[in-house]
């Protein structure tokens, strides 16, 4: 392997096609405000560098980041590219990752709207993110850890895994299919609207008109607060621990629940069962 340490390169395509290279304690950053520094790379190592500039990672192979910073200036930072590990960096540059697949993330801080769209095979563990539209149309997620904070993330995934997570976020996996979401917490509004085949278990649900037009949707030992409205012509199998304030029109299945306020049935074709499992002392 090639060694390059504290070097500053602001040139277009500084190290394009390089293989078998560790980058340590270098500055992409200056002002002839060059683009796509690694381009079309293999087993790229980088350590402790600096980013500032645009595309610096794309059509690369076997790529490894560790302990570095992707400022906002530094757009689009990792797209096309396969084999990705990623630790204890900063990501703050918009469309940080995307059409990349086999990608590990750990103990990374993540400030970047519309990330990891498109994104196949993908670990994250013990990071946070900021994101808007995060994770679109992506599959094979395995999520540990992760704590989320914006609008409209994981719409369209498939074949996914999420545990022990904390996730913020309006309009969550909308359309998702074939997903897993164990022991953790989602607040925002309408989660889950017309996913497939869902499966939320030991999970915290907060925030209004949850889980409505789902196929395939389980619920297991699940808390729900300040929920109503919720299962609107969805099929749905639910063990809930709390009380709800209303369920609409669940169009099949079955409903465990201690209490509801309000049952709403204003739809002759719903007929999921509503079973609450004791005396009821809602208000």
């Known amino acids: 392997m090639n060694t390059i340490t504290n070097k500053t390169f602001d040139e277009e395509r500084a190290l394009y096609g390089e293989k078998q290279l560790v980058v340590k304690d270098c500055n992409f950053d200056g002002s002839a405000d060059g683009e796509?520094?690694?381009?079309?790379?293999?087993?790229?190592?980088?350590?402790?560098?600096?980013?500032?500039?645009?595309?610096?990672?794309?059509?690369?192979?076997?790529?490894?980041?560790?302990?570095?910073?992707?400022?906002e200036l530094c757009r689009a930072a990792l797209w096309y590219s396969n084999d990705i590990e990623i630790t204890d960096t900063k990501l703050h540059g918009i469309?940080?990752?995307?059409?990349?697949?086999?990608?590990k993330i750990k103990d990374c801080d993540i400030r970047s709207l519309e990330f990891?769209?498109?994104?196949?095979?993908?670990e994250m563990e013990s990071c946070t993110a900021e994101s808007e539209y995060f994770m679109m149309r992506s599959n094979h997620l395995t999520f540990k850890n992760v704590q989320m904070k914006g609008k409209y993330s994981f719409q369209y995934i498939e074949?996914?895994?999420?545990?022990?997570?904390?996730?913020?976020?309006?309009?969550?996996?909308w359309h998702a299919k074939n997903v897993t979401v164990r022991n953790?917490?989602?607040?925002?509004?309408?989660?889950?609207?017309?996913?497939?085949n869902v499966t939320f278990e030991n999970c915290k649900m907060i925030g209004t008109q949850p889980l409505c037009y789902c196929k395939g949707l389980k619920l297991i030992n699940c808390e729900?607060?300040?929920?109503?409205?919720c299962f609107e012509k969805s099929e749905v199998e639910a063990t809930i621990t709390t009380?709800?304030?209303s369920?609409?029109?669940?169009?099949?299945?079955?409903?465990?629940?201690?209490c509801v306020e309000e049952i709403i049935r204003d739809d002759e074709n719903s007929h999921g069962e509503i079973i609450i499992k004791k005396q009821c002392c809602c208000a």
Do not use: Q
């Open 116 to 122: 990891g769209w498109s994104v196949c095979d993908i």
């Open 184 to 196: 953790s917490t989602i607040k925002g509004e309408y989660l889950a609207w017309y996913c497939e």
């Open 159 to 173: 074949d996914s895994i999420f545990e022990n997570c904390i996730f913020d976020t309006k309009d969550a996996f």
């Open 243 to 245: 009380s709800v304030r």
């Open 95 to 103: 469309k940080a990752l995307r059409e990349c697949s086999r990608v």
């Open 224 to 229: 729900m607060i300040d929920t109503d409205l």
């Open 247 to 258: 369920i609409k029109n669940p169009l099949s299945g079955h409903i465990y629940v201690p």
């Open 36 to 71: 796509s520094a690694f381009k079309e790379g293999k087993d790229i190592s980088v350590e402790n560098c600096f980013f500032n500039l645009r595309y610096p990672f794309w059509h690369d192979d076997k790529l490894k980041i560790t302990a570095s910073e992707m400022t």
